[in-house]
């Protein structure tokens, strides 16, 4: 039973170190360097990755036919590789697991890809909550 408690306290910890909550501001700077990418101003990207995750790195919606991971909830039916669809096209060439830790760099390289192919309208959210009044998400700080 000694052994138990810790184990299950850092089964308890771990995912939460792998996790991150961003806030506007600190999402806003990491996300400057695509400012205007695809034609997408950066207000517009906060904007819709606040209506798509709350910003949550570990955010997963469980569709019929699909999950969508993390910050930019990237979905497993095209983008990346999971048990739950194993013919996914995978164009990401990425684990859809990878998209739940604190690291967004590989998050925002896909995110790129779908712009690219998709557009910004990949993220239904932009359309109807993010095309309007979008000085409320610029960060002073920056």
């Not at 990755?49 to 969508?68: K, R």
């Amino acid at each position: 039973m000694r052994f138990f408690v810790p184990l299950f306290l850092v089964g308890i910890l771990f995912p939460a170190i792998l996790a991150k909550q961003f806030t506007k501001c600190e999402l806003s700077q990491l996300l400057k360097d695509i400012d205007g990418y695809g034609g997408i101003a950066l207000p517009e990207l906060i904007c819709t990755m606040f209506h798509t995750s709350g910003y949550d790195t570990q955010a997963i919606v469980e569709n019929n036919e699909s999950t969508e991971y993390g910050l930019f909830q990237i979905s497993n039916k095209l983008w990346c590789k999971s048990s739950q669809v194993p013919q996914s096209r995978n164009i990401c060439d990425i684990s859809c697991d990878k998209f739940l830790d604190d690291d967004i760099t590989d998050d925002i390289m896909c995110a790129k890809k779908i712009l690219d192919i998709k557009g910004i309208d990949y993220w239904l959210a932009h359309k109807a909550l993010c095309t309007e009044k979008l000085e409320q998400w610029l960060c002073e700080k920056l």
